[in-house]
């Protein structure tokens, strides 16, 4: 599975859009981008996935880029309970495969 | 009500003793994980079961032996506990390879 590349931190104020973006040049064409988060002291939370068009939950929306080598996370009006670690993966989705988790990208939301 | 329940959720044990983790998953989900999240907050996986059928085992020692008596169950038997296990261990589940996994709270354990 390809590696992903993040930001280590960012902030965010509330009410304002976070926008969290992820750097996957070795994508490959099966492989899908998948946004989980971690608040802290819980387990992870799946967020959204999507492989070549932008995609739309109750959550958040995810902007893939055309050439499928960056994508970025929005959560439209971020909030207190947004603060959380974001882990961008990319994932082929097969039964033997792996969800791996990096680094991610420490969201801290300002009242 | 939850969708992904582990017990217990805090374990302080001491070195060479073995202790159990349970998991249950009341999702109707096909495949379950074992996670672990060492201090570094690296979270990775250790096993999968597909329909009770270990489909990962991801170079882990002997000493952890994963067991499924059905598609709803996942335990984590841990034998002669070592001070390196401490980790926070999370069991997982989903409907199939392209579907989002469902945590559970985590077991944090602590061998002294």
């Known amino acids: 599975d390809a590696k992903t590349t993040q930001p280590t931190s960012m902030d965010c104020a509330e009410g304002r859009a976070a926008n969290l973006p992820c750097n996957h040049s070795t994508i490959s064409g099966n492989e899908y981008v998948y946004w989980y988060r971690q608040i802290h002291s819980q387990g992870p939370q799946y967020i959204i996935h999507g492989l070549k068009n932008n995609e739309t939950n109750e959550m958040a929306s995810l902007i893939i880029t055309e050439d499928r080598k960056s994508s970025t996370l929005i959560l439209p009006h971020a909030t207190l309970r947004d603060t959380a670690v974001y882990y961008c993966i990319v994932y082929r989705g097969s039964t033997l495969g792996r969800l791996y988790f990096g680094r991610g990208t420490q969201l801290t939301v300002w009242p | 009500d939850t969708a992904v329940s582990q017990t217990p959720k805090y374990l302080v044990t001491q070195m060479g003793n073995d202790k159990s983790i349970k998991c249950e998953q009341n999702?109707?989900?096909?495949?379950m994980y074992w996670y672990k999240q060492d201090s570094k907050k690296f979270l990775k996986i250790m096993f999968s079961?597909?329909?009770?059928?270990?489909?990962i085992n991801e170079t882990v020692p002997n000493r952890f032996s994963p067991k499924s008596p059905d598609k709803a169950h996942l335990n984590l038997h841990i034998n002669s506990l070592e001070l390196g296990d401490s980790a926070v261990y999370f069991c997982?589940?989903?409907?199939?390879?392209?579907?989002?996994?469902?945590f559970g709270s985590g077991t944090r354990l602590t061998v002294v």
């Open positions: 997982a589940s989903s409907q199939g390879a392209l579907y989002g996994y469902t």
């Open positions: 999702l109707g989900h096909d495949t």
């Open positions: 079961y597909n329909n009770k059928e270990l489909i």
